[in-house]
């Protein structure tokens, strides 16, 4: 899937995939959301409110009112990539939340996720 149909899609239904990947390792959607807290800055509150937007994926991340800086510090490989070498940011704060996402489902604890 090229980054254009990525960022196009909308966010409130990339959200659910991500929280029902870390339900099924037995982690909690109030997990998820402390990642993306983390990430983007957004609060839980924040999240619901745009579940229900036309909100998409790349506008979430452009739009993100305090992209954790630290996520340049996220290193690893999600669907193949190197998170590390994706130079189109928007995608790679996009990945950079898989891997994070990835890691919880892994029982990864969030504290040791977010503590890089």
Do not use: H, Q
């Not at 036309?54 to 992209?67: H, N, Q, R």
Request: with cysteine.
């Amino acid at each position: 899937m090229d980054n254009e149909k990525v960022y196009a899609m909308k966010f409130s239904s990339v959200y659910p995939l991500l929280v029902n990947k870390a339900l099924k390792k037995g982690r909690s959607r109030e997990e998820v959301d402390g990642l993306v807290t983390w990430l983007t800055g957004y609060s839980a509150r924040d999240i619901d409110r745009l579940l229900d937007s036309e909100l998409t994926y790349g506008e979430f991340f452009k739009d993100a009112p305090a992209l954790n800086p630290d996520y340049v510090r996220i290193k690893g490989s999600i669907c193949g990539v190197r998170v590390e070498e994706i130079v189109e940011r928007p995608m790679r704060e996009i990945r950079c939340l898989d891997k994070l996402v990835d890691e919880l489902a892994k029982g990864k604890p969030v504290e040791k996720i977010i503590k890089r």
